[in-house]
């Protein structure tokens, strides 16, 4: 990539990344470009799609989270480990409002930008679950499909007003829920 076409991309994710925190995965993408003080057509020949952008500002941290559960498949404590990361995803989640709906639906959208993404994500959850349940320390009732389910709704209370006070109380729920205690 050109020097300044890197600069271009560089600053409208930047800028991207405060309008998404702030307004949520739906926000404008000419409120983004106007903001970056680019054309929408500057916008689009970086990120064609919403789900481009939104790939674009995940990546970061859906590369940490790859490292990090790839760090706790060999955690002494194989449900601690599952649920930190699980906590983790959540949170990352939540740092764009609304952005837990176009994750699901990328995991059956294999022409989703975010797919990919997702599948790494699912398939993380899924080797520390799997890890848990062959330790005896989680239900074998459930799998991948249903772990990345809980996360979106997880992340999805996290997003509502009136439940995220209690998103934290909820998702020890549910972490309990998943491990034999």
Known sequence: MRADARKNYDHLLSIARDVVTEEGADASL??????????????????????????????????ELKT?????????????ALVSWLRDLVACANDYRGVIA??????????SALHASCVTMKAAGTRLLTRAQQKGLARTDIDGADLFALVGALAWLGD??????????????????????
């Not at 699901?104 to 294999?110: F, L, M, R, S």
């Not at 439940?163 to 205690?181: Q, T, V, W, Y």
Request: charged fraction near 30%; glycine fraction near 4%; charge should be negative.
């Open 30 to 63: 000419r409120d983004i470009a106007r903001k970056a003080d680019v054309g929408l057509g500057t916008l689009y020949r970086h990120f064609p799609t919403r789900e481009a952008l939104l790939e674009a500002l995940l990546r970061t941290s859906f590369d």
């Open 68 to 80: 990090t559960a790839r760090d706790l498949e060999t955690a002494p404590s194989a449900d601690d």
């Open 102 to 111: 176009s994750m699901v639906a990328a995991i059956e959208d294999e022409a």
């Open 160 to 181: 509502q007003p009136s439940s995220a006070p209690r998103a934290d109380h909820l998702f020890g729920i549910i972490a309990d829920a998943i491990l034999k205690n």
